[in-house]
């Protein structure tokens, strides 16, 4: 069964720093990953989807890299702001069009 | 294009009450499914469709049924409802099952079974 981890599970930066969060999960066979942000008390908004066969997608100021082989991602924020203090969660598309999720990271961006 | 919308925003339910989940989305994909996320944890699939009149169940489906009479429409029903399923309810569709399609969330439904 595939298991999806991040971490860490909360951060406090400084505005204008650059960050990684990341993100790990057990079975190597998946179709996708997509990292996600969720405002408190909101749904999900798709950040960033990296296809199985690719190495990393760029929008903005985010970058996502995959390493399938070793089972791991990473989300890159340069020059964070206070806008972007939210949970980020990434999720892993396995067989039967599932979605397996980590239970994210709270990032706080401090003015 | 209001995207994916999901009704009620919140709702409380008595033990063994049923309720229906409303879910629809305007941007005819042909997938949809239900998760729900259980504070600090990460969302689960309850069941999916792959179009209408077909359904399948996902990693949690206990306690739970859905139907899918139309492309647009994908309501969840929780008959006798119990504690354990006190939870935040969310929709979402896409495309199709291809790699390149992302899945798309709607604001969820927060359930508290007392």
């Known amino acids: 069964k595939q298991e999806v981890t991040q971490i860490p599970a909360a951060l406090s930066v400084p505005e204008g720093e650059n960050l990684v969060l990341n993100c790990s999960f057990t079975?190597?066979?998946?179709?996708?990953l997509q990292w996600f942000r969720q405002d408190p008390g909101k749904g999900l908004t798709s950040l960033l989807l990296?296809?199985?066969?690719?190495r990393e997608q760029t929008s903005g100021r985010l970058n996502a890299s995959l390493d399938k082989s070793s089972g791991r991602s990473t989300l890159y924020i340069a020059a964070s702001q206070p806008g972007d203090s939210a949970t980020y969660l990434c999720a892993v598309m396995g067989g039967a069009n599932n979605l397996f999720f980590g239970t994210g990271t709270r990032l706080t961006v401090i003015p | 294009n209001a995207g994916v919308t999901q009704t009620p925003k919140f709702r409380i339910l008595k033990i063994g009450q049923s309720m229906t989940l409303q879910c629809t989305q305007d941007m005819n994909h042909n997938y949809m499914y239900w998760y729900r996320q259980d504070p600090g944890m990460g969302l689960k699939l309850i069941y999916y469709s792959v179009g209408a009149g077909i359904t399948d169940k996902g990693e949690v489906p206990n306690g739970y049924n859905v139907s899918r009479s139309t492309t647009e429409d994908f309501p969840l029903r929780l008959e006798l409802a119990a504690p354990s399923q006190t939870s935040v309810y969310f929709c979402?569709?896409?495309?199709?099952?291809?790699?390149?399609?992302?899945?798309?969330f709607g604001p969820g439904t927060r359930l508290t079974v007392t």
């Open positions: 990296i296809q199985s066969s690719q």
């Open positions: 979402a569709s896409s495309y199709s099952d291809r790699d390149i399609d992302e899945q798309y």
């Open positions: 079975d190597s066979a998946i179709y996708n």
